[in-house]
């Protein structure tokens, strides 16, 4: 629940992240190091390299975003902070708020299984830290209590516009298409390096 009654609310971490959370991060990082480790020298030097930044980033981020990472409403609106940079809307500028279910086979075990996301009236979806299942016992019932007491705010009713919907279908296909192609040019890249590395 929010740290105070009506719509003044903060949600930031309460609970510590699942024990399962911890072993799927040390079984990740425990096979990048199998396969760098053991490769040929330049694969090593060329993967050791890229296993630090990439651990060095993980080590700053991470507690950050665990200790800064929280979601504000007040009466004027919305403020999402994350590790590094915070948005606010206004209640006018709030399309929804819904609880979603994450995509993928980690859902639960990696990160939280019920996400929930702010859409704004062009279908931009963001999401709101701390509100999920991980912090929350019942996210969908604090959702609902949160938009009930939003409405006065709002000068809108919580209502689905046809127009708003479609824009959000839209933006949701097009985002896993350029994750796809994203997750595409990541492999072909780390083959190419492998090959530059290492030819055959």
């Avoid at 019942?138 to 009713?157: F, I, N, S, T």
Wanted: glycine share 8%; with cysteine.
């Amino acid at each position: 629940m929010g740290e105070a009654a009506g719509v003044e609310r903060v949600y930031r971490r309460r609970r510590r992240l699942p024990g399962r959370y911890f072993v799927a991060a040390g079984v990740t990082v425990g096979v990048a190091l199998l396969q760098v480790y053991t490769g040929d020298s330049g694969l090593r030097r060329w993967g050791s390299l890229a296993f630090g930044l990439m651990l060095v980033a993980v080590l700053v981020m991470v507690p950050l975003n665990l200790h800064r990472a929280h979601t504000r409403v007040t009466a004027h609106g919305i403020t999402a902070q994350w590790a590094l940079r915070g948005r606010t809307w206004s209640w006018q500028e709030v399309y929804d708020i819904r609880v979603e279910r994450a995509p993928g086979r980690n859902a639960g075990t990696t990160y939280p299984e019920w996400i929930t996301y702010l859409y704004d009236f062009e279908g931009r979806r963001f999401t709101l830290p701390q509100l999920n299942n991980w912090q929350l016992d019942d996210p969908y019932a604090e959702v609902a209590g949160l938009c009930a007491a939003a409405a006065a705010y709002r000068g809108l009713a919580w209502e689905r516009r046809p127009d708003v919907e479609e824009r959000i279908v839209r933006r949701i296909a097009r985002g896993k298409t350029w994750t796809v192609v994203a997750a595409l040019a990541l492999t072909a890249l780390i083959i190419a390096v492998v090959l530059a590395v290492n030819p055959v």
